[in-house]
C-alpha cells in the first residue's frame, strides 16, 4: 500500500536550519507531484511548497519563500526540504503529501495520500 513517511524533525532554535525528508513507498514515486504542508497547533493546515518529477519545477508558499528549498532523489523515493533562517511562526506539524493531479498546486485537497506528520519546533 502507499505510505509516506517523513523524518527530520526537532527543535531548533529561531535562525537555526533544518532538513526534512519524506520517503514514499507502494507507488511509482518519481510520477507523482509531491508537497509539504504544516500545521500549527489551533490552526488549520497550509501549504508550504510543492514540487514536480524534476527539481526544476516548485512553488513556495509567500512564507517561506527564500528561506525553504524543496527538492526530491526519484532514485531513492524521497523527498526533502530545507528549512533555513527559521522563526517561531515555522513551529507546527509538518506534513508530506502525493498529489492527485498532474500540475503543482497548493490546494490540499488535491494531495490523497498523507505522512504522520513531523513536529517543528523553533524557539526564540
Known amino acids: 500500500q502507499v505510505q509516506l513517511v517523513e523524518s527530520g524533525g526537532g527543535s531548533v532554535q529561531a535562525g537555526g536550519s533544518l532538513r526534512l525528508s519524506c520517503t514514499g513507498s507502494?507507488?511509482?514515486?518519481?510520477?507523482?507531484?509531491m508537497g509539504w504542508f504544516r500545521q500549527a497547533a489551533g490552526k488549520e493546515r497550509e501549504f508550504v511548497a510543492s514540487?514536480?518529477?524534476?527539481?526544476?519545477?516548485?512553488n513556495y508558499a509567500d512564507s517561506v519563500k527564500g528561506r525553504f528549498t524543496v527538492s526530491r532523489d526519484n532514485a531513492n523515493n524521497k523527498m526533502y526540504l530545507q528549512m533555513s533562517s527559521l522563526n517561531p511562526e515555522d513551529t507546527a506539524v509538518y506534513y508530506c503529501?502525493?498529489?492527485?493531479?498532474?500540475?503543482?498546486?497548493?490546494?490540499?485537497?488535491?494531495?490523497?495520500?498523507w505522512g504522520q506528520g513531523t513536529q517543528v519546533t523553533v524557539s526564540s
Open positions: 503529501a502525493r498529489a492527485s493531479v498532474m500540475f503543482l498546486t497548493s490546494r490540499s485537497d488535491l494531495y490523497d495520500q
Open positions: 507502494g507507488y511509482t514515486f518519481a510520477s507523482k507531484i
Open positions: 514540487i514536480a518529477w524534476s527539481n526544476s519545477h516548485t
